[in-house]
């Protein structure tokens, strides 16, 4: 029998009316997305029939602030579910995907994150995933009383400790530790059970969790950071990582670097996927993936584009810019943080005028973008696949739910008819999908 090909894994990444900033005026995307729970639970039972590995939901506690003149026309990120608790609704309808929430280890206590995520493992059987972030918006802080907004640094070594805190605590009891046993009369074994005891930098946790050990023994972890911090995160504590990368060439470089991080640390590469963003706007044919995208463009109104363009550069004060000059100079941003390199990568391959620029970031910031038929589409998931700048790929349709839809429909038989995709889940769990191993216990 002929050797399986590499296999392709697949996220989807749900913002509720989609990915463009003006995906909420197409005609395909559900205008109430952020409150409608029927949508969410539509679209989980799209994807799992699109076979992919897992749902993604960003999220952070709190809403955008900025220029509401413009945000009053991007409704992006300002009414959307919770993500655990949307999940856990999703997965009473599906019995395959996986669902990552994002949670922060900022803004939340690790007993109550380790709590939420135990039990969306055990609501789904096996299917929970955390992507672990340090939450950059400042606008959060005022929701937890916290008047200082931690570093850089700060943030990433609270999270390095945080996620051994989490792990300590879902290992709270053995696997085997509750016999529920009506001849003895023995629930639990108490020999069984671990308290944490933890007094660290940061945090104080003393246990155990009032939840028995994950199905997945861990969910599954994802990070997103590309810094260096992030990386080194990344390489320590992640199942997966998720990138942001525009070509090819860097996400090949970040995929071999944090590959190498984590063997240094003691891992395998496998251990760790690799999975960049990519913006889709995929139709029958390239002709109509073009239209709608031109359409998309249409709909966005120039404070909007100011707006996309101030958030890519962490807010600074951009002044009144004329959209169909070049974007200035001396606007660029020249310090190493991750949102200042992706705006230098992306001034350099599309050097146009600032209409142009937010156009360009106008789906996903600064994914990539694959518009077109399902061929051409196919073609390019499967170059970075095949040249190793991704183990598989976040899907960010432009509109939602048409453009998740389209994906399945046109993109996921291309993939499988090319071999590189699954035409069944392998296992039961999501670990067991993207083929990693369940964690020992800490205690084993
Ligand atoms: C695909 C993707 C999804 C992300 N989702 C979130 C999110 O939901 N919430 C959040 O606060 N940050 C999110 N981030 C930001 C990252 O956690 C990280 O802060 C950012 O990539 C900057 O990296 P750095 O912190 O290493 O500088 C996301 C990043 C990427 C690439």
């Known amino acids: 029998m002929a050797e399986q090909k590499r296999q392709i894994k697949l996220a989807a990444h749900i913002h509720a009316t989609g990915h463009h900033v003006a995906a909420w005026l197409h005609p395909r995307s559900q205008i109430d997305a ?7 639970l539509s679209m989980a039972q799209t994807a799992e029939r699109g076979k992919f590995d897992l749902m993604f939901l960003a999220d952070s506690p709190g809403i955008r602030e900025g220029n509401l003149n413009a945000l009053r026309r991007w409704p992006q990120y300002n009414t959307y579910f919770e993500p655990l608790t949307i999940f856990s609704a999703m997965a009473a309808v599906t019995e395959h995907i996986g669902f990552v929430a994002t949670a922060s280890t900022t803004f939340m206590e690790a007993y109550n994150l380790a709590r939420f995520f135990a ?33 850089h640094a700060e943030r990433y070594a609270r999270a390095h400790e945080y996620v051994d805190v989490v792990k300590g605590l879902w290992d709270s009891w053995d696997d085997d530790a509750f016999p529920r046993d009506r001849e003895s009369g023995i629930y639990f074994d108490p020999d069984k059970m671990h308290r944490l005891n933890h007094k660290g930098k940061f945090l104080n946790v003393a246990g155990p969790l009032n939840m028995e050990r994950p199905p997945q023994g861990h969910p ?30 860097s996400a090949k470089r970040i995929y071999k670097d944090v590959k190498e991080r984590a063997v240094k640390f003691g891992r395998q590469p496998e251990d760790l996927l690799v999975t960049p963003g990519m913006a889709t706007i995929v139709c029958k044919t390239a002709d109509e993936a073009k239209r709608q995208h031109e359409f998309l463009l249409s709909k966005i109104h120039p404070e909007v584009g100011l ?7 962490n807010y600074v004060d951009i002044g009144k810019l004329d959209i169909d000059r070049p974007f200035p100079k001396e606007l660029i941003p020249t310090d190493d943080s991750t949102h200042s390199r992706r705006t230098r990568e992306l001034l ?28 051409q589409v196919a073609d390019q998931l499967q170059q970075w696949h095949e040249e190793r700048g991704a183990d598989g790929f976040i899907i960010q349709p432009a ?3 048409g453009g998740l839809d389209d994906f399945v429909d046109l993109v996921v038989p291309e993939l499988q008819r090319r071999g590189i995709y699954r035409t069944e889940y392998e296992g039961t769990t999501l670990r067991e ?5 369940r964690p020992a216990s800490v205690y084993a």
């Open 34 to 40: 952020g409150r409608n729970a029927k949508h969410y």
């Open 399 to 401: 509109y939602l739910p």
């Open 307 to 313: 707006e996309i363009i101030r958030t890519q550069m």
């Open 119 to 151: 039990s969306l493992d055990h609501i789904s059987e096996g299917r929970a995933g955390w992507n672990v972030v340090t939450t950059a918006a400042k606008e959060a802080a005022a929701n937890f009383g916290k008047d200082e907004f931690m570093s």
């Open 433 to 437: 999908n993207l083929g990693l191993r």
């Open 220 to 249: 599954l972890i994802v990070q997103a950071g590309t810094s260096e911090d992030g990386k080194n995160l990344a390489a320590t504590i992640a199942d997966m990582v998720f990138l942001m990368e525009m070509s090819l060439d």
């Open 348 to 375: 350099a391959q599309n050097p146009g005028t600032v209409r142009e620029m937010y156009e360009r970031m106008s789906v996903a910031r600064t994914a990539p973008l694959l518009i077109g038929d399902p061929i």
